[in-house]
């Protein structure tokens, strides 16, 4: 299985600025996701990451507020734009090259102030 | 709509005894579906998985679950828990269909506290 490193692991940010959260995956997989899970819930997806063309966006998430890229088949990044305290949450990507079960990355804590 | 139930909010088992966590989903169209395993302040690890074949599957630390496709469960079970499995317990499934995309579909999990 893909072996899946995600930074940062943690940060506090002010309210209103940006945050950059990088995926990178030790072998080239087809699919790449981004799901947020708040404290104490469930996993939400918020986009499928497509390699060179724009995200396929969930309700509820726009590319306004976190935009994708994903340039080739092992790199992917999520930013959490003018981020608000709601936007608190653990990020996490997940991967795979096929549907016998993603893996997924260690999650990025994020505080905002 | 496509959802993943799990009836158990939290599990609290004795160390040794069996544990049984419950998933259901609700759909018509063919599914592929998954178990991970969440430790406190990790990310998921996959536990086991069901894709076709037989429906009772094994995997890893002792777990297996068994796929119902009549009552559309996918329980999760361990015949002898240790405090080490006190973790959140994820059921997850892939619908299979045109337009369902290929993303996983998570419940809203199950908290395992195993104590002595």
């Known amino acids: 299985s893909a072996v899946i490193s995600q930074k940062p692991s943690r940060d506090i940010c002010q309210r209103g600025t940006s945050l950059t959260i990088q995926c990178q995956v030790d072998?080239?997989?087809?699919?790449m996701f981004w799901y947020r899970q708040q404290p104490g819930q469930s996993l939400t997806l918020i986009a499928t990451?497509?390699?060179?063309?724009?995200?396929?966006?969930e309700s509820g998430f726009v590319i306004d507020k976190f935009p994708i890229s994903r340039p080739n088949l092992t790199f992917s990044t999520l930013t959490v734009s003018n981020m608000s305290p709601e936007d608190s949450s653990i990020y996490l990507c997940?991967?795979?090259?096929?549907?016998?079960?993603?893996?997924f990355g260690s999650g990025t804590r994020l505080t905002v102030v | 709509a496509q959802s993943v139930t799990q009836l158990d909010s939290q599990v609290p088992v004795f160390e040794e005894a069996p544990v049984e966590l419950r998933c259901n989903y609700s759909?018509?169209?063919?599914?592929?579906l998954f178990w991970y395993v969440q430790y406190p302040n990790q990310g998921l690890q996959l536990l086991l998985k069901?894709?076709?074949?037989?429906?009772l599957v094994k995997g890893i630390n002792g777990f297996e679950a068994e796929f119902n496709k009549s009552q559309t469960s996918f329980h999760l079970r361990k015949p002898s828990v240790h405090i080490s499995d006190t973790a959140e317990y994820f059921c997850?499934?892939?619908?299979?269909?045109?337009?369902?995309?290929?993303?996983?579909?998570f419940g809203k999990g199950t908290s395992l506290l195993v104590t002595p």
């Open positions: 997940s991967g795979g090259t096929d549907l016998y079960g993603y893996t």
């Open positions: 072998s080239q997989v087809t699919m």
């Open positions: 990451a497509n390699q060179g063309s724009e995200a396929t966006y």
């Open positions: 759909s018509s169209v063919s599914v592929y």
């Open positions: 069901y894709l076709s074949g037989s429906t």
């Open positions: 997850a499934v892939i619908y299979l269909g045109a337009n369902s995309g290929y993303a996983l579909n």
